[in-house]
């Protein structure tokens, strides 16, 4: 390069930055000058690293949810907690004018050893609550305005509390402690009670995990976004120095050794893993040592003694996945929830704490991903299956299966390495021979079964020699199946209109409809930011809720979860079959109406003429019931009698399937009905129906109305719902602030 970078002030700590030259890269400052190396801003899954965050790219601007914004109004005063507060204004942040520019951004010089209850103050001569609107930011979202990074790269966010009282907004770490201190045991990662847990907890308070914080400000005194972000540095005071830490991998393994420097009075040294959720930056212990400056997740294994000479671990790095749900699971059983969560926890980072029995350091954060997203985790069971089909029942020869084995990686990926057959994992039963298949580079295995009469060492030998022969000759012999989870969710392209359908929609409000015509349309993904947080929209939740519980055209949702504005939505069955019931319902409905409504028909002379068609062509369906009361939940087999298509095609169904039989009668007659959820006094869940007959909301029970004592329930008010049929309203079944509106009185 030509032409060397301007540096920083000095007192910049030493880290990744953003390449001051341009472009989209990372250069290191050691403190004095820049290095020649750039890193490249999306760089690929390492095995090592040694410097903080290597590799980390400043993320792009996003929303995202889970901060607080306490907007004060009227004057009241913000209850601040105890601290110094630091003036800040824009002219010149952190109080002068003195800013050097690194690519994007521009830096002023770090505030050093502040107290960890610190709080920073900016004038703000706009709403902030309003801003947040006006840009599109979620609810609670303050990323526009303010951020606190814990790495130089600019990509762990640290919890922050941003609060406004008239013209001033002040920043503060989240109440009580920055992080949330997850229960962890050393050896399985599972859920253990661990004092030592609690001794970090107690040790920190606002401020204080990291060793480095980032306060990024991105809009002038005015609300205007400013020409390029301001980052300002700050420490806070600490008894111990944060141990600088480098990692490596065995690679015959797979396993992480993490080793630093020693710290002056440090009696003991914690490996911490950390994340976020968008509320909280959570942290683990993974592992502990007294006094010994090196550590390795060799001991981090989890064994479930798999069988007799098992050779193998079941887990290894355990404490460090940075996913719950795996490319491997998702591709054999995803649900939306495991969509939209795929992330066991985001902004993942390592580092090491050093602590002298009472004080505790912070800990520099090294990006997790990077240090160690391509290590082994588990055999990815669903790659294992399509590979090993017949690994239970046995198999006649070794020479006839593949010499790869699937594992999955800490960062959710499928890899595959060579396999191995282990002479030291054999196990003689009458009727088979197992076998321990290896995968190298791991230490992972599972059990093959080979049918009787095999000269098994031979066969060891013969699999070994062709698993060395076919050995991939690059990348250290893994390859690459599946993406990291992360990337898997770009399959799914979010839907950004109402897809347009014939079918009647039953919506209180924009969002609820675009909802409702999504699902209809039975879309997997959906993009709801343009209502989420919208003036007059309800909650996303509200909204779904209203959507699936109003639309006797919507079938099949099995769950939801959401992620980033993206709604992930998975159903029941297959497309076509979600079309078939629909438009088998569609066209019962248009038949039913078209045979007993008849012009100048009065809308009371509709619904009674609705109601009696139900009550004489349905039966209520008394074994679905038992049967979802058996399994907890409602079976596959019967989920038609929970639909319109239950009562209306079936001729069987629960009270849910006649409430929704009837409000797609209704619709299809030109009449305003809703499906009405709640509890019976008496009884327990009930489903039943609302209709606007000349003007007036009734009520109307067909599932109470079939019955000797018919059509008790037709056409009448809340209120004569009496004695056994008494019943209370929830607030599942429609947008909470428009359900008065269909009081029937």
Not at 489 to 501: K, L
Not at 505 to 521: G, H, K, P, Q, W
Not at 582 to 594: L, M, N
Not at 604 to 629: M, Q, R, S
Request: charge should be negative; charged fraction near 20%; include cysteine.
């Amino acid at each position: 390069m030509d032409e060397q970078p301007t540096p920083p002030t000095p007192e910049i700590p030493a880290a990744w930055y953003p390449d001051p030259s341009g472009g989209d890269g990372q250069r290191w400052w050691d403190g004095t000058a820049w290095t020649e190396h750039v890193h490249p801003a999306a760089p690929a899954v390492a095995a090592t690293a040694g410097q903080p965050d290597e590799g980390a790219a400043p993320p792009a601007k996003r929303s995202r949810r889970g901060l607080v914004i306490g907007l004060i109004a009227g004057g009241t005063a913000v209850v601040l907690v105890a601290g110094t507060v630091i003036g800040l204004n824009v002219a010149g942040v952190f109080g002068g004018d003195d800013l050097t520019t690194v690519g994007g951004y521009d830096y002023a010089a770090p505030m050093l050893d502040l107290e960890r209850d610190h709080e920073f103050e900016f004038r703000a001569a706009y709403d902030l609550e309003a801003k947040a609107s006006e840009v599109g930011a979620e609810e609670f979202d303050t990323d526009f305005a303010f951020e606190v990074f814990t790495d130089a790269a600019l990509s762990k966010h640290a919890p922050t509390m941003v609060n406004q009282w008239n013209d001033t907004v002040t920043i503060s770490a989240q109440e009580d402690s920055e992080a949330r201190y997850a229960d962890s045991d050393a050896f399985d990662g599972r859920e253990a009670e661990s004092p030592r847990i609690r001794d970090v907890g107690e040790a920190y308070g606002a401020w204080g995990l990291n060793a480095t914080y980032y306060l990024v400000q991105h809009l002038d005194e005015q609300g205007a976004e400013l020409e390029r972000p301001r980052v300002t540095p700050f420490t806070v005071q600490h008894e111990l120095e944060a141990p600088t830490v480098t990692f490596a991998t065995d690679g015959g393994t797979g396993n992480l050794s993490v080793a630093w420097q020693a710290v002056e009075g440090a009696s003991s040294y914690l490996v911490v893993a950390s994340s976020t959720n968008g509320n909280t930056r959570e942290i683990s212990v993974v592992g502990e040592t007294d006094g010994e400056t090196t550590w390795s997740t060799t001991d981090a294994v989890f064994d479930m003694n798999e069988g007799s000479k098992a050779t193998w671990a079941i887990e290894q790095n355990v404490g460090l996945q940075l996913f719950d749900r795996s490319a491997d699971e998702l591709e054999n059983d995803a649900t939306a929830y495991q969509m939209a969560e795929l992330l066991r926890s985001a902004e993942f980072d390592l580092g090491v704490i050093a602590t002298d029995g009472t004080s505790y350091s912070p800990y520099i954060s090294y990006d997790g991903l990077s240090v160690a997203g391509d290590l082994p985790f588990t055999r990815a069971e669903g790659a294992t299956d399509e590979l090993y089909p017949d690994r239970i029942v046995g198999v006649a020869n070794l020479q006839s299966v593949p010499t790869k084995f699937a594992f999955t990686s800490l960062d959710g990926a499928t890899r595959q390495s060579v396999a191995y057959a282990d002479p030291a994992a054999v196990v003689e039963y009458p009727d088979y021979s197992a076998v321990g298949i290896r995968g190298k580079g791991t230490d992972l295995g599972m059990w093959l079964n080979l049918e009787p009469g095999v000269d098994v060492a031979a066969e060891i030998a013969a699999f070994n020699a062709r698993a060395e022969a076919e050995a991939p000759t690059t990348g250290g012999g893994v390859e690459l199946v599946s993406a990291p989870v992360d990337e898997m969710i770009d399959q799914f392209e979010p839907s950004t209109t109402a897809p347009a359908t014939d079918l009647p929609i039953v919506a209180s409000n924009d969002f609820t409809r675009y909802l409702a015509a999504n699902l209809i349309d039975r879309q997997q993904a959906i993009d709801v930011s343009a209502y989420v947080g919208a003036p007059g929209m309800p909650s996303l939740d509200d909204a779904l809720q209203e959507a699936t519980g109003q639309n006797p055209y919507v079938v099949g949702v099995d769950g939801y979860g959401a992620s980033e504005d993206i709604l992930y939505v998975t159903y029941t069955a297959a497309a076509d079959d979600l079309a078939a019931n629909r438009d088998a319902t569609h066209a019962k409905a248009q038949e039913v109406v078209a045979e007993v409504i008849t012009d100048g028909m009065g809308d009371a002379e509709k619904v009674t003429a609705l109601n009696d068609w139900i009550t004489a062509n349905a039966e209520y369906d008394y074994e679905a019931l038992a049967a979802k009361e058996a399994l907890g939940s409602v079976p596959g087999a019967e989920a038609a009698a929970w639909q319109a298509s239950g009562a209306l095609v079936d001729g069987s169904a629960v009270c849910a399937g006649y409430a929704y039989a009837f409000e797609a009668l209704a619709l299809e007659a030109g009449l305003d009905a809703v499906v009405v959820s709640g509890d019976v006094t008496a009884g327990g869940r009930h489903a039943w129906n609302k209709v606007k007959v000349d003007g007036r909301w009734l009520a109307v029970d067909t599932t109470w109305n079939d019955d000797a004592m018919a059509n008790q329930f037709l056409m009448i008010t809340d209120a004569e719902f009496t004695g056994p049929a008494e019943r209370t309203e929830d607030i599942f079944w429609m947008q909470d602030s428009r359900i008065g509106d269909y009081a029937a009185k």
